[in-house]
């Protein structure tokens, strides 16, 4: 197998770690055929055998901009928290690995969006209780509502942002967290 990069995330995908999150995608992985980058969870359209990787001039980002990035650092970070969560609340254990490599994979977003913004550390998030949500498909309805959440974000600023290059990011994590609402439905 060759190598691919993900020109999102920048990970080199390979044999070693190509099917690595493998719970939080609906078709899977194989040694022949890469159709997500493992740990962005974006589409093949985004990998290839270059290294180059989607990059922005931070300096040059407006303050709207920058302030839609730390949003997104932020929204992500909470996604991410929350996953972390529910896999500890979680009685199935198909359940708690499907919370635990979504988990993950917000987590790569968050620093995406760090990189991104040229952010140089995350920001310490106030922990939030789920207690209430005390069962698994009460967890998964709320994983979706934070997707679809997600998604509108995504939608929603893809258009004020200053940069093309982060356009094409939003849209390619949008359809992450599209597909993510599928998989918490199942």
């Given at each position: 197998m060759?190598y691919?990069?993900c020109e999102i995330?920048?990970?080199?995908i390979?044999?070693?770690?190509?099917n690595?999150?493998?719970?939080?995608?609906?078709?899977?992985?194989?040694?022949?055929?890469i159709i997500?980058?493992p740990?962005?969870g974006?589409?093949?359209?985004?990998?290839?055998?270059?290294?180059?990787?989607i990059?922005v001039?931070s300096?040059?980002?407006?303050?709207?901009?920058?302030?839609?990035?730390?949003?997104?650092?932020k929204?992500e970070?909470?996604?991410g928290?929350f996953?972390?969560?529910?896999?500890?609340?979680s009685?199935?254990?198909?359940v708690?690995?499907?919370?635990?490599?979504?988990a993950?994979?917000e987590?790569v977003?968050?620093?995406i969006?760090?990189r991104?913004?040229?952010?140089?550390?995350?920001?310490?998030?106030?922990?939030?209780?789920?207690?209430?949500?005390?069962?698994?498909?009460?967890l998964?309805?709320l994983?979706?509502?934070?997707e679809?959440?997600?998604?509108?974000?995504?939608?929603k600023?893809k258009?004020e942002?200053?940069d093309n290059?982060?356009?094409k990011?939003f849209?390619?994590l949008?359809?992450?967290?599209k597909?993510?609402?599928i998989?918490?439905?199942?």
């Amino acid at each position: 197998m060759n190598y691919l990069k993900c020109e999102i995330c920048g990970v080199e995908i390979n044999e070693k770690n190509y099917n690595f999150n493998e719970a939080a995608f609906n078709n899977k992985n194989s040694i022949n055929n890469i159709i997500y980058c493992p740990f962005c969870g974006v589409s093949e359209m985004y990998l290839g055998e270059e290294d180059e990787v989607i990059t922005v001039e931070s300096n040059l980002l407006n303050e709207n901009t920058l302030r839609i990035l730390d949003h997104a650092v932020k929204l992500e970070l909470f996604n991410g928290d929350f996953y972390n969560t529910a896999a500890r609340m979680s009685k199935s254990q198909e359940v708690k690995k499907i919370f635990e490599a979504l988990a993950k994979i917000e987590i790569v977003h968050s620093k995406i969006h760090q990189r991104l913004g040229g952010f140089k550390k995350a920001p310490n998030l106030n922990k939030v209780n789920y207690d209430k949500y005390n069962s698994d498909n009460a967890l998964l309805e709320l994983a979706k509502q934070k997707e679809e959440h997600a998604v509108f974000f995504y939608e929603k600023y893809k258009n004020e942002v200053d940069d093309n290059n982060l356009l094409k990011i939003f849209e390619a994590l949008a359809n992450v967290e599209k597909e993510h609402i599928i998989i918490v439905e199942k």
